[in-house]
């Protein structure tokens, strides 16, 4: 008898979360340019971050309801804050054509999905958010000391290992903020 004809009547089912659990991921395709000129996903890093009030899927202004399902959720819906763009300005600083898309993280079904993509391979890299003292009269810095965003990533294996080996992302962010800057990007979660 065959089983999998049984197996294919079992009921699936997904589970809303708890809210204090529901996330946006962001996942960043690191690109970089193979030996023939064509531009390959050597690896992603993956950060989520807490949907609140501010941060969240946006409402979607397409008033034909079957158009809005089409694609959705469209990428431009996902709030992207400043932390965001530092965290990919760091990336594509070093892989200028690297991107972003985000995802919602609502159901144990998502949840799954993205534990799932971080079983792959990794390599540790850097990613480092300092102030920018551009500026600023050097002079005026002497003997002080200020606090700089530095943590330890994963990039996750889509090509080698060895394209995602060794790689240090660097940006520098607002000298003003940088204080608050730092302390928000401290609480951001990578994977």
């Known amino acids: 008898m065959n089983t999998d004809k049984n197996k294919s009547n079992e009921q699936i089912t997904i589970k809303l979360l708890d809210q204090k659990d529901w996330k946006i991921v962001k996942e960043i ?3 970089s340019t193979n ?4 531009e390959i996903t050597i690896g992603v890093i993956i950060y989520d971050r807490q949907i609140t009030s501010d941060y969240k ?5 397409e008033p034909n309801q079957i158009k809005r399902l089409l694609d959705y959720p469209k990428q431009e819906l996902f709030t992207n804050d400043e932390l965001d763009e530092l965290i990919l300005s760091a990336v594509k600083s070093k892989f200028p054509k690297s991107f972003v898309r985000s995802h ?6 998502d ?3 993205y534990d799932y993509l971080l079983k792959r391979p990794s390599e540790k890299a850097f990613l480092e ?3 920018d003292f551009s500026s600023i009269d050097i002079y005026s ?4 000391t200020f ?5 330890e990533i994963n990039i996750y294996q889509d090509f080698t290992l060895e394209s995602i080996k060794s790689h240090f992302f660097t940006v520098n962010c607002d000298f003003e903020r940088r204080e608050s800057l730092i302390t928000e990007l401290y609480k951001i979660i990578f994977k």
Not at 35 to 38: E, H, I, K, M
Not at 57 to 61: C, E, F, S, Y
Not at 141 to 144: H, V, Y
Not at 147 to 151: A, H, R
Request: glycine share 6%.
């Open 111 to 113: 949840k799954k999905r």
């Open 35 to 38: 030996q023939f000129g064509v």
């Open 147 to 151: 606090t700089v965003f530095n943590k």
């Open 57 to 61: 899927l946006n409402d979607d202004p």
């Open 29 to 31: 395709s690191v690109v």
């Open 141 to 144: 810095l002497n003997g002080k």
């Open 129 to 131: 958010i300092r102030p």
């Open 104 to 109: 919602q993280v609502l159901w144990d079904s």
